[in-house]
């Protein structure tokens, strides 16, 4: 039952800003939205996550909706090491575990 | 070095034998996961242990499975009468029990099962 609905894969230019949507219309008050990113070869690595607010750090800004029912991870200035699968996961505060889709695809192009 | 461990990297085997991974977690940290993962599909989830207790074993773990933590540190995960099937990216991750509860993940553990 999978809780995030993202696009399959998408590209985007060295140097700009990459904006990656997530759909999580069935969230509910308690449930976070992390985001990782998995590159080739490599486990998962957090990025960052949020509740309600929009958050920002040193990798990124999660910018989510008022509704909550969807949010944006934006790479401000990708570039070709940010090429990996990047998933966005919804799960219950005090939940241990995630619970991973299949994830954008994103290619970062010179 | 402050990040999870696994090993061996890679390990071919012929189907029927036995395999074992270990993983040694960030040394801080109480919980523990393993997850297994084939191509072009995110990891799913096989167990979770806080500290030295298995608290949850997903149904993916089959009675060929067995993982274990001693002493609350490193685990093992062993695969008996490997299958093909079992080939797979088996990744080990681990966390603080706090509120954030941030996984840390291992390069993991490629399988391949001829």
């Known amino acids: 039952d999978a809780k995030t609905t993202q696009p399959p894969s998408m590209d985007c230019a060295e140097g700009r800003a990459a904006n990656l949507p997530c759909n999580h219309s069935?969230?509910?008050?308690?449930?976070?939205v992390y985001w990782y990113r998995q590159i080739h070869s490599q486990g998962p690595q957090y990025i960052i996550h949020g509740l309600k607010n929009n958050e920002t750090n040193e990798m990124a800004s999660l910018i989510i909706t008022e509704d909550r029912k969807s949010s944006t991870l934006i790479l401000p200035h990708a570039t070709l090491r940010d090429t990996a699968v990047y998933y966005c996961i919804v799960r219950v505060r005090g939940d241990y575990k995630l619970s991973f889709g299949a994830g954008t695809t994103v290619t970062v192009r010179a | 070095d402050t990040g999870v461990s696994q090993d061996p990297r890679h390990k071919i085997t012929k189907r029927g034998q036995n395999v074992t991974f270990r993983c040694d977690p960030i040394s801080e940290h109480n919980r523990l996961y393993w997850y297994r993962q084939t191509l072009g599909q995110g990891p799913e989830f096989l167990t979770y242990?806080?500290?030295?207790?298995?608290?949850?074993k997903s149904r993916l773990l089959s009675d060929r499975f067995s993982a274990e933590r001693p002493k609350g540190s490193f685990s093992t995960l062993e695969i008996q009468r490997t299958e093909q099937g079992d080939s797979a990216m088996y990744l080990c991750?681990?966390?603080?029990?706090?509120?954030?509860?941030?996984?840390?993940f291992g390069a993991g553990s490629r399988l391949t099962v001829l």
């Open positions: 242990f806080q500290n030295e207790a298995q608290l949850e």
């Open positions: 991750a681990s966390s603080l029990n706090t509120g954030a509860n941030v996984l840390t």
């Open positions: 069935t969230i509910s008050g308690n449930e976070y």
